[in-house]
């Protein structure tokens, strides 16, 4: 069983992403049985067939980056799981999405990072929203995911305000003056 | 200056301590290139031309003694005893070995600094006037300001991976000395009727490719506010701006696309939701940042000084130094002195870890130990008093910091171009010395007067090209260094654009071209005309008639012969 980062721990994983393989639609696409996130097409075309099956809690659905958290909108909380898919771990789209759907859309679920994931962005993407992050395959062993909690709490007092921190740091903390430094 | 409490230096801390592992694990081989360069570009570190280059930040210009006297260490212990100092009031080591990065970052941190997002898809370091503070035409200081925008935007989760970089700079003052409309996000500090604080908002400025200045998309921001509509702007951005081609993925290009208004309703819709939200600021916190920048204990002094003015008629060096390099103060019997980087036979911007070491014991000695970067590469010392301008310039002089050149012809905006940089496509630096010994004459640079002229080495515009008033730009054809000219591009509150004279020129003839284009200037003037102004007057014409006429003429007498 694959492995991710969840709430800040490696724990094995038994949902599946569905991708459309060549010549699949939206429409006739195979969603296999069991815990499978579904692209955001998939659910669009087939909500009344899938409906069920989310309720149930057995149904997440993921968005690539370009598709914003307003596709979403007031069925956000019907998902168990709901994915970001980042292309490229350049493409920043994906921190925007998760910050709109845990302060804006009142999302409480798993939010999950997928595709290109990498270490160095576990910081920022899970003070973003998210709690679970899925490297691709293959990117790390199980020893590397496990090094790589270690990048959960690269910043400890951030700044600005953010999902994990909901106040910024001025708010947080009384913040003095130090006295003048001596040259 | 703004002192880091223990919140400041454990994030700064922290940020060593990740880097270290990012190239423990790229050296290790854990880390691809590809997967390294977003995160060494966000620590300042290039791979150059011909080593790496180290760009360390130095948020709106600012730098204690002992912060030069680090700087300074580090060009010496790690590099070859001198840095650059940019339009971008960073600071550039050119020769700084990759495996030192590390090390030089833990060295930076202990005295507050760091090379923070001075690359990269990310909030870069944001500019603010050299003479804030101290300026006598200040309706509002800016730098609290910039510090508070600094701490939002340092290692904001959401905005780290933007589509292409991003630069915001704040003014406060009358005079705009800052270029607001050159920036992705500029600011004009304000007062409304009542005396609140606001800002006028100008997006989707910037150089490069594609020039373009930045409009108007709010007139009064009020202070409160401030955070959340930069964090609305940015959140459009990230979410809309291209990401398909690097050269259309700046914020100006989506301004443009969608139509300033177009953006500023987005913005607005955005806005909707995060105004009042927690990043809104406090009385409290804002009067925490103001008195980091609250005035130094300056003396009671006359408005005069008899010593200083019988200094400045004994020695005329003295007084055209004074006369260039010397502004007026807010505070009497004070002045704010320019140290010009900008000496014939350096490349502009450049300062040895010897001179760095001087402007500390300078800064020590005559000005409440700070010092300030210019966006044109210069130095400034801000609080001296009259009766000490003479001893210092004594001793700018012997270290090779008073050519008294400041806003003459050769105080040239230069990048450090194909010497160093990988993007260049031509160098810069041989370029503005050979300007620079072609007007090697005081009395005919001063008879000249007030002109910019601005070098770039490529499209990226480090040098501010487009923005001079004789503009100089680097091209590549078939492999060959080329130079196009522009003129009439201007800083400051009439920002605007220079106009391309004609087709490019080789490197030997650029002085030629400037001598030319002078020529033509000191022909036409009115009296106490600017070069600009004259060229805005009569267009470029007579200008390129001049420059291209004679060698068309020569061209056709060789052809004839």
């Known amino acids: ?183 | 200056m703004y002192r880091y409490d223990d919140y400041d230096q454990q994030l700064l801390d922290e940020r060593v301590v990740q880097f270290r592992d990012q190239m423990r694990r790229h050296l290790a081989g854990e880390l691809s290139d590809d997967e390294f360069r977003p995160l060494r570009l966000q620590n300042g570190l290039y791979i150059q031309r011909h080593a790496p280059m180290f760009r360390i930040s130095v948020p709106y210009g600012h730098l204690a003694s002992r912060q030069l006297r680090k700087l300074a260490h580090l060009a010496r212990t790690y590099d070859r005893g001198y840095a650059h100092f940019t339009t971008r009031t960073n600071v550039q080591f050119n020769w700084s070995p990759l495996e030192a990065i590390p090390d030089m970052l833990g060295e930076l941190a202990t005295v507050q600094m760091h090379a923070n997002q001075t690359s990269g898809n990310d909030i870069r370091n944001i500019t603010a006037d050299a003479f804030a503070g101290v300026a006598a035409d200040e309706i509002v200081d800016p730098r609290p300001w910039a510090e508070i925008l600094r701490q939002w935007a340092t290692y904001n989760p959401e905005f780290a991976y933007l589509p292409r970089k991003f630069k915001i700079a704040l003014n406060g003052a009358t005079e705009d000395r800052v270029v607001v409309r050159i920036y992705d996000i500029g600011l004009d500090l304000k007062r409304d009727a009542d005396g609140n604080i606001g800002f006028r908002v100008l997006v989707g400025g910037g150089l490069g490719r594609t020039p373009i200045l930045g409009e108007e998309i709010a007139s009064f921001v009020p202070w409160q506010h401030l955070v959340t509509y930069c964090e609305s702007i940015l959140r459009v951005y990230n979410r809309y701006g291209r990401r398909d081609n690097v050269w259309k993925a700046r914020i100006k290009i989506l301004v443009k696309a969608l139509g300033a208004e177009e953006f500023a309703r987005q913005v607005e819709e955005e806005w909707a939701h995060v105004k009042d939200g927690p990043n809104t600021l406090t009385e409290e916190e804002v009067q925490r940042v103001a008195a980091h920048f609250v005035d130094p204990d300056y003396e009671t002094l006359p408005e005069r000084n008899a010593l200083y003015e019988a200094q400045l008629a004994d020695s005329k060096p003295f007084a055209a130094w004074v006369k260039r390099n010397v502004r007026a103060h807010k505070v009497p019997g004070y002045a704010s002195v320019t140290l010009s980087l900008k000496k014939t036979g350096v490349a502009p911007g450049d300062i040895s870890a010897e001179q760095m070491d001087f402007v500390a014991d300078w800064a020590d000695r005559f000005s409440f130990g700070e010092a300030r970067m210019t966006h044109e590469q210069n130095v400034v010392l801000a609080d001296v008093k009259l009766s000490d301008l003479h001893t210092l310039w004594q001793l700018a002089r012997d270290a090779g910091l008073a050519t008294p050149n400041i806003g003459l012809l050769t105080d040239i905006i230069c990048c450090p171009g194909g010497d160093f940089c990988s993007l260049a496509n031509a160098k810069s630096i041989p370029i503005a010395q050979a300007i620079q010994q072609r007007f090697d004459d005081l009395d005919y640079l001063y008879d000249i007067g007030d002109i910019d002229i601005n070098i770039s080495g490529c499209m990226n515009a480090c040098g501010h090209h487009h923005v001079g008033n004789i503009g100089i730009l680097g091209v590549d054809k078939n492999g060959e260094e080329w130079y196009q000219v522009t003129i009439g591009g201007e800083q400051g509150n009439a920002t605007a654009l220079g106009k391309v004279i004609g087709p490019s020129f080789a490197r030997a003839q650029m002085a030629d071209v400037v001598e030319k284009l002078i020529e033509t200037y000191i022909e036409y003037r009115h009296e106490d005309e600017r070069f600009v102004d004259t060229v805005h007057r009569l267009g470029i014409e007579p200008f390129k008639q001049r420059v291209y006429g004679g060698e068309v003429q020569k061209q056709r007498k060789v052809a004839h012969a």
Not at chain 1, 53 to 63: C, I, M, P
Not at chain 1, 77 to 99: C, E, H, L, N, Q
Not at chain 1, 108 to 118: K, N, T, Y
Request: hydrophobic share 40%.
């Open chain 1, 1 to 183: 069983m694959p492995k991710l980062i969840k709430n800040g721990r490696v724990v094995s994983d038994d949902w599946q992403i569905v991708t459309l393989a060549e010549g699949e639609t939206a429409a006739n696409a195979v969603v296999p049985p069991g815990r499978v996130l579904v692209p955001l097409a998939v659910w669009q075309a087939r909500r009344e067939k899938l409906a069920g099956r989310a309720d149930t809690g057995e149904l997440g659905v993921w968005l690539n980056g370009s598709e914003g958290p307003e596709a979403l909108a007031d069925n956000a909380a019907r998902f168990a799981v709901i994915g970001i898919d980042f292309p490229k771990f350049t493409d920043g789209r994906g921190y925007s999405t998760a910050t709109l759907l845990r302060t804006r859309y009142g999302y409480s679920g798993e939010l999950r990072a997928i595709g290109d994931v990498l270490r160095d962005q576990f910081n920022y993407l899970t003070r973003c929203g998210f709690d679970a992050l899925q490297p691709r395959a293959g990117r790390y062993t199980d020893e590397q995911l496990e090094a790589a909690t270690a990048s959960l709490a690269d910043f400890t007092v951030p700044y600005q305000a953010s999902v994990t921190h909901p106040q910024p740091l001025f708010r947080r903390v009384a913040r003095g003056i130090p006295p003048q430094v001596k040259s």
